[in-house]
Every structure is written in structure tokens, then in C-alpha cells.
């Protein structure tokens, strides 16, 4: 056969074991494993702008409008009162409100503000005020400016103790304890039932011993023989105080409490004028977060974090590199390495948010709880997927048993294994699966394939021809010529345009993706995007003087209020690794 011949048929064998291997794979992919997404399965236009929108407690959904109050049933809408005039509605304690008449505290802003936590799954518009309601057979309705869009949730969650507001939770030779404000429970039943309002939980391994507290007392459980005493500290901790949460640190047991640092047996505040959230201890250091930001304790000497925000703050713990903070308007990580205080996307898009707890899985992707939903991104500039976005979760309420995540809410608790999400598994570049060793070994020669394909091809297959045309005096290298394309690609779809379009665009997997603009760019794909809307937006500004931010966001995809935060905070001048993306004609 001759040489040409042979190299021919080499190449189709290749691709036709590429082929197979693709299929062999999807097929593991999606025999074991579901889909879990958020998503708009519908949208009903509405005659004049909605003010307000909520259910009572039969399901039944109403509207609030300028000309009155009208009913919906999932379909159709009518108007029942057009007179109506007492304020927005509400959904609270288990009873559909106003604003005007509601006898409990309401902040309507805040409220809407919170709804913000359905913003990714929504079309871009001027408006970031969404209300939400919840009819019949579990439907869920989202309104903003005039459309009414209904929203599917799809997930692999387990929920324990519903209707239970928890705390603390922690599995114990087995066993899974949890606190509650209405007793503590082990394994599901409910155990010393005159306990109330158990906030936090330690394990003295060398005693085997578990210590729950409970506002001023604390209950400890010998594990050998059942065992179970009380310690009141109403005298120490004081009416109007409760203690948070309870630590063993350099060989003490240390309280965190309302009203200070104490240590116990004997009992003695260290520190009476801070009140404390929680306690983590991680590098031999006691991190406190405490209402007025977060400090560290020696063992000898508090002293103030300089280095995290001074704002009220409910948990700091470490994950890697990054120490994070977890405050009442953000989430913040310090960089150990950098020494910096990195920005997170999270908080530029959800301010109103309230932080909570943060734990990665073993796929290096991070979950957050917070005040408004269950939150999930892979690093701190990628754009964050949410989850329960209706259910308030929990501070001191968080816990990981070999990769099982557990979130305790005001609705009980929520766990699930990472596993169980296709996005998460199926991720930089590989199937994280129980296959059988057939399965790793096909992964493995899968790769190998990929890997001679890539590098025979190039940096990518172009899918999408671009708009602009290619100035041969600017590109210098390859890299020049990738970077330019993949811009002109960004800012042809510049209003929809996601990281997760840039991997289909490229071809490329996440980890070969990102680790390529790293080598190459020293930048992200958020950081890129973000950079070529902001470039955009300045143009638009330039050659069209007068022109209003809401006009401009037309163009970008963010919302005014975003796109002027943004437009602030990035600097004007492009680093010199992306600086062909500035001949780009916006």
C-alpha cells in the first residue's frame, strides 16, 4: 500500500475509533447520571406594568398593577378589584400580605432587591425588581416589568426534617445529629425533647463526648454510656444573651456567645463587647466573625482582621488558597498568596444577598447558602447557578461526611452528592463517573486522541466564521490570531454571549480552555468579556454623545446599574497580553 494511502487510512481508523469512543462515553455519561437545571419553560405578556405578584397560601397567584388587581392561574389573568390600593403584595408567614396593611416588619425593597437571585434565568432588561409566587402543584411564577415567566427547578436533593429551622449538623460514628430551635435530632428522631432552640454541636473525641448548647446551657452526651447533664450559665451569658457556638481550641473549650469570647470550665469571658456569629480554626488560629467584622485569637491576644471587610460577617474559614469571609452584602476571598482581597463576580450581581456558609466539593466547585438560595461556581469570576432560590438557609448550619454536602435552612435539610450533577462530574475535560475499568481505559486513549487532534489541527476549529475582517499587520503569532477571533466571536454576540458559549465556539474543554488564556493572556473569560462589553460601551458613549446607560445595555447584555458599576471598575488601559482585542472594530 502506498505511503499516502496508509497515512489516509491511519487518519479514518483514528476517527472512526474517536467516534466510537464518543459514543461509548456519552453512553456511561448519561446511563448513570440525570440532568438538574433551572430554567423558563414559559412566558405570558401582561397588559401594563406589574408592581407587585404573590400567592396566598391555596396557590392561588395574584398581580398588583397600575390599573388594579388581577388573578392568574398559570394561563389566563382577570381583574378582580380595580380600586385596589393597598400596596404590594406579600407573601408572609404563611399568608398572603400588603405592604400597607401587614402587621409584621417588611422592607418591600429589600424584598425585591433579594429576588435578584433570579436574574441568570431571565431575559436582560432595565429592571432588576422581580417578584415571585408559587401556585398550584408546585409551579413557579416570576414576574418583571410586564411578562410573567414560569420557571422549572430540576435537582437530585435530598430534604431532611422539613419544616424544621436547623443549626448544627454533624455525623458522628455514623450517625447524623442535627440542632434545631425545636429539639435535636438524631438520625431523623427526635432526642431529648425538652431541649429547645440547639444551636451548636462539638465532639470531644477523647471523652467521647458530644456538647450541645442551647441559649445559656449546654447538654453533654456521654456516647459510651448515654449519658446525659446540664450546665445552665443564665448568671454568666445574661438574660438577654445565647451562646452560638462551642469550639475545643489548644486544648480549651472556648463559647462564642451574643455578648463575647468566653472559655469554659472554669468559665470566664475573654472578651465581652464583640458578639459572635461562629468560630472556625484553621493554620493554628481561631477566626472569629462577629457583627462588626472578623478578628483572630492566639490563644493570648484578639486582634482585629485588617485584611477582611469590617462588616458584619457570619463565618470566615479557609479553602485552598482563599480565606473567606462571609458578610451580610458579599463574599469576599483573601488571596494567601497575593496577599489581596480578590473580587468575586457574585457580589457585583447580587449585593442584596446575605452569606452564610461556603464549602468546595471534591470536584473544586463551590457551594454557598445564603439568605435567598443555594449557590454554585467554579471560580471566583465565573457567574454563579442558584439553586431553591425561594428557601432561606441557615448561619451555623453546614457540614461535609465523605463528599455528601449538607445546608441546614428554615426548611430543614438539604444534601446531595456533587456526583449527582452532569455539569459538575462532566468537567474540565473529563468524566468523573463509576465506570468499569473499560471505561477509564477508553477515557484515557479518548484523551490521547483529543490531544493528537488538537495538536495536528490547531488551537480550535472555528464553527462560526467571524464578522470582521482580519488585518494581516496586526497578527503577529498564533496566539494574536486566536484571541482575535475568539473576540470578534464575544463581540458579535456581544448581548448573550457566556463562557459557555466560548467553549463551544473553541472547541476546546474547560480545563484546555482555561489553562490556554492563562498561559497566554494572563486573563479569564469574564475577565475577556467583561473587557470587550466595557470597550464597547465606551465607544457607544463616544461616538453617540447624550446617549443613556439604558440604551448602552441594550448593546451589552447587563443592566444599566451593572454595566455603570463595571464600567467603573475597569480600568481603561487593556494589558499588554490582550491588547490586540482594542483593534477590534466596536
Given at each position: 500500500?502506498?505511503?499516502?494511502?496508509?497515512?489516509?487510512?491511519?487518519?479514518?481508523?483514528?476517527?472512526?475509533?474517536?467516534?466510537?469512543?464518543?459514543?461509548?462515553?456519552?453512553?456511561?455519561s448519561?446511563t448513570?447520571?440525570?440532568g438538574q437545571?433551572?430554567?423558563?419553560?414559559?412566558?405570558?405578556s401582561?397588559p401594563h406594568n406589574?408592581?407587585?405578584?404573590?400567592?396566598?397560601?391555596?396557590?392561588?397567584?395574584?398581580?398588583?398593577s397600575?390599573?388594579?388587581?388581577?388573578?392568574?392561574?398559570?394561563?389566563?389573568y382577570?381583574?378582580?378589584?380595580p380600586?385596589y390600593?393597598?400596596?404590594?403584595?406579600?407573601?408572609?408567614e404563611?399568608?398572603?400580605?400588603?405592604?400597607?396593611?401587614?402587621?409584621?416588619?417588611?422592607?418591600?425593597?429589600?424584598?425585591g432587591?433579594?429576588?435578584?437571585?433570579?436574574l441568570?434565568?431571565?431575559?436582560?432588561?432595565?429592571?432588576?425588581?422581580?417578584?415571585h409566587?408559587?401556585?398550584?402543584?408546585?409551579r413557579?411564577?416570576l414576574?418583571?416589568?410586564?411578562?410573567?415567566?414560569?420557571?422549572s427547578?430540576?435537582?437530585?436533593?435530598?430534604?431532611?426534617?422539613?419544616g424544621?429551622?436547623?443549626r448544627?449538623?454533624?455525623?458522628?460514628?455514623g450517625?447524623?445529629?442535627?440542632n434545631?430551635y425545636?429539639g435535636?435530632?438524631?438520625?431523623?428522631?427526635?432526642?431529648f425533647p425538652?431541649?429547645?432552640?440547639?444551636e451548636?454541636?462539638?465532639?470531644?473525641?477523647?471523652?467521647n463526648t458530644?456538647?450541645?448548647?442551647?441559649?445559656?446551657?449546654?447538654?453533654?452526651?456521654?456516647?459510651?454510656d448515654?449519658n446525659?447533664?446540664?450546665n445552665?450559665?443564665?448568671n454568666?451569658?445574661?438574660?438577654?444573651n445565647?451562646?452560638?457556638?462551642?469550639?475545643?481550641?489548644?486544648?480549651?473549650?472556648?463559647?462564642?456567645t451574643?455578648?463575647?469570647?468566653?472559655?469554659?470550665?472554669p468559665?470566664?469571658?475573654?472578651?465581652?463587647e464583640?458578639?459572635?456569629h461562629?468560630?472556625?480554626?484553621?493554620?493554628?488560629?481561631?477566626?472569629?466573625?462577629?457583627?462588626?467584622?472578623?478578628?483572630?485569637?492566639d490563644g493570648?491576644?484578639?486582634?482585629?482582621?485588617?485584611f477582611?471587610p469590617?462588616a458584619?460577617?457570619?463565618?470566615?474559614?479557609?479553602?485552598?488558597?482563599?480565606?473567606?469571609?462571609?458578610t451580610?452584602?458579599?463574599?469576599?476571598?483573601?488571596?494567601?498568596?497575593?496577599?489581596?482581597?480578590?473580587?468575586?463576580?457574585?457580589?457585583k450581581e447580587?449585593t442584596?444577598?446575605?452569606?452564610?456558609?461556603?464549602?468546595?466539593?471534591?470536584?473544586g466547585?463551590y457551594?454557598v447558602?445564603?439568605?435567598?438560595?443555594?449557590?454554585?461556581?467554579?471560580?471566583?469570576n465565573?457567574k454563579?447557578?442558584?439553586?431553591?432560590?425561594?428557601?432561606?438557609f441557615?448561619?451555623?448550619s453546614f457540614y461535609?461526611?465523605?463528599?455528601?454536602l449538607y445546608?441546614?435552612?428554615v426548611?430543614?435539610?438539604?444534601?446531595?452528592?456533587?456526583?449527582?450533577?452532569?455539569?459538575?462530574?462532566?468537567?474540565?475535560?473529563f468524566?468523573?463517573n463509576?465506570?468499569?475499568?473499560?471505561?477509564?481505559?477508553?477515557?484515557?486513549?479518548?484523551?490521547i486522541l483529543?490531544f493528537?487532534?488538537?495538536k495536528?489541527?490547531?488551537?480550535?476549529?472555528?464553527k462560526?466564521?467571524?464578522?470582521?475582517p482580519l488585518?494581516?499587520?496586526?497578527?503577529?503569532?498564533d496566539?494574536?490570531?486566536?484571541?482575535y477571533?475568539?473576540?470578534?466571536?464575544i463581540?458579535?454576540?456581544?448581548?448573550?454571549?457566556?463562557?459557555e458559549?466560548l467553549l463551544?465556539?473553541?472547541g476546546?474543554?474547560?480545563?484546555?480552555f482555561?489553562?490556554?488564556?492563562?498561559?497566554?493572556y494572563?486573563?479569564?473569560?469574564?475577565?475577556?468579556?467583561?473587557?470587550?462589553?466595557?470597550?464597547?460601551?465606551?465607544?457607544?458613549?463616544?461616538?453617540?454623545?447624550?446617549i443613556?446607560?439604558?440604551?448602552?445595555?441594550?448593546?451589552?447584555?447587563?443592566?444599566?446599574?451593572?454595566?455603570?458599576?463595571?464600567?467603573?471598575?475597569e480600568?481603561?488601559?487593556?494589558p499588554?497580553?490582550?491588547?490586540?482585542i482594542?483593534?477590534l472594530k466596536y
Amino acid at each position: 500500500m502506498p505511503r499516502c494511502k496508509m497515512k489516509v487510512y491511519i487518519k479514518i481508523m483514528k476517527l472512526g475509533i474517536l467516534k466510537n469512543l464518543i459514543t461509548v462515553c456519552f453512553f456511561f455519561s448519561v446511563t448513570s447520571l440525570t440532568g438538574q437545571d433551572t430554567s423558563v419553560i414559559g412566558t405570558i405578556s401582561f397588559p401594563h406594568n406589574i408592581r407587585s405578584m404573590a400567592n396566598d397560601e391555596n396557590g392561588l397567584v395574584f398581580i398588583e398593577s397600575s390599573v388594579g388587581l388581577y388573578q392568574f392561574d398559570g394561563k389566563k389573568y382577570w381583574l378582580i378589584d380595580p380600586t385596589y390600593d393597598k400596596g404590594a403584595l406579600i407573601y408572609k408567614e404563611g399568608r398572603l400580605t400588603n405592604y400597607k396593611t401587614s402587621k409584621v416588619k417588611i422592607d418591600f425593597i429589600e424584598e425585591g432587591e433579594k429576588n435578584k437571585v433570579w436574574l441568570p434565568f431571565l431575559p436582560s432588561t432595565s429592571s432588576n425588581f422581580i417578584y415571585h409566587a408559587k401556585g398550584k402543584n408546585g409551579r413557579q411564577f416570576l414576574a418583571r416589568d410586564n411578562q410573567i415567566y414560569e420557571v422549572s427547578i430540576k435537582n437530585k436533593f435530598k430534604i431532611d426534617l422539613k419544616g424544621y429551622s436547623t443549626r448544627a449538623i454533624m455525623v458522628i460514628n455514623g450517625d447524623t445529629y442535627v440542632n434545631t430551635y425545636s429539639g435535636i435530632f438524631k438520625n431523623g428522631m427526635r432526642i431529648f425533647p425538652n431541649i429547645p432552640n440547639a444551636e451548636s454541636m462539638l465532639f470531644e473525641n477523647s471523652s467521647n463526648t458530644i456538647y450541645f448548647t442551647s441559649d445559656k446551657d449546654i447538654y453533654n452526651l456521654n456516647l459510651k454510656d448515654d449519658n446525659l447533664w446540664m450546665n445552665k450559665y443564665l448568671n454568666e451569658i445574661g438574660e438577654q444573651n445565647y451562646i452560638s457556638k462551642i469550639v475545643q481550641y489548644k486544648n480549651k473549650i472556648y463559647l462564642g456567645t451574643s455578648k463575647g469570647l468566653a472559655q469554659l470550665e472554669p468559665f470566664s469571658f475573654f472578651e465581652k463587647e464583640i458578639f459572635i456569629h461562629d468560630i472556625a480554626i484553621f493554620d493554628d488560629v481561631m477566626y472569629i466573625a462577629t457583627e462588626d467584622g472578623s478578628y483572630q485569637f492566639d490563644g493570648n491576644k484578639l486582634k482585629k482582621c485588617d485584611f477582611l471587610p469590617n462588616a458584619k460577617t457570619n463565618l470566615v474559614t479557609k479553602i485552598g488558597v482563599y480565606i473567606w469571609a462571609l458578610t451580610n452584602n458579599g463574599l469576599f476571598a483573601y488571596n494567601t498568596t497575593n496577599k489581596k482581597l480578590d473580587e468575586i463576580i457574585l457580589n457585583k450581581e447580587l449585593t442584596a444577598l446575605e452569606y452564610y456558609a461556603i464549602q468546595r466539593d471534591n470536584n473544586g466547585f463551590y457551594w454557598v447558602s445564603t439568605s435567598s438560595g443555594l449557590y454554585r461556581f467554579g471560580n471566583i469570576n465565573e457567574k454563579a447557578e442558584v439553586f431553591f432560590p425561594q428557601i432561606e438557609f441557615n448561619k451555623r448550619s453546614f457540614y461535609n461526611d465523605k463528599g455528601i454536602l449538607y445546608f441546614g435552612s428554615v426548611n430543614g435539610i438539604y444534601s446531595f452528592d456533587p456526583l449527582d450533577f452532569p455539569d459538575l462530574v462532566i468537567n474540565n475535560g473529563f468524566i468523573l463517573n463509576n465506570l468499569k475499568e473499560i471505561g477509564f481505559i477508553l477515557l484515557i486513549i479518548l484523551g490521547i486522541l483529543l490531544f493528537l487532534g488538537l495538536k495536528k489541527k490547531g488551537i480550535f476549529n472555528k464553527k462560526t466564521p467571524t464578522n470582521t475582517p482580519l488585518n494581516d499587520n496586526l497578527i503577529s503569532s498564533d496566539t494574536d490570531k486566536f484571541l482575535y477571533d475568539l473576540g470578534t466571536f464575544i463581540l458579535k454576540n456581544l448581548h448573550s454571549v457566556t463562557v459557555e458559549d466560548l467553549l463551544s465556539y473553541t472547541g476546546m474543554s474547560k480545563k484546555t480552555f482555561y489553562k490556554y488564556l492563562d498561559q497566554n493572556y494572563k486573563v479569564l473569560p469574564g475577565f475577556l468579556i467583561n473587557t470587550i462589553k466595557v470597550l464597547k460601551a465606551r465607544a457607544l458613549i463616544l461616538e453617540n454623545p447624550g446617549i443613556t446607560m439604558e440604551t448602552v445595555s441594550k448593546f451589552t447584555g447587563y443592566s444599566a446599574s451593572y454595566l455603570y458599576i463595571i464600567m467603573k471598575q475597569e480600568d481603561p488601559s487593556i494589558p499588554e497580553e490582550i491588547a490586540i482585542i482594542r483593534n477590534l472594530k466596536y
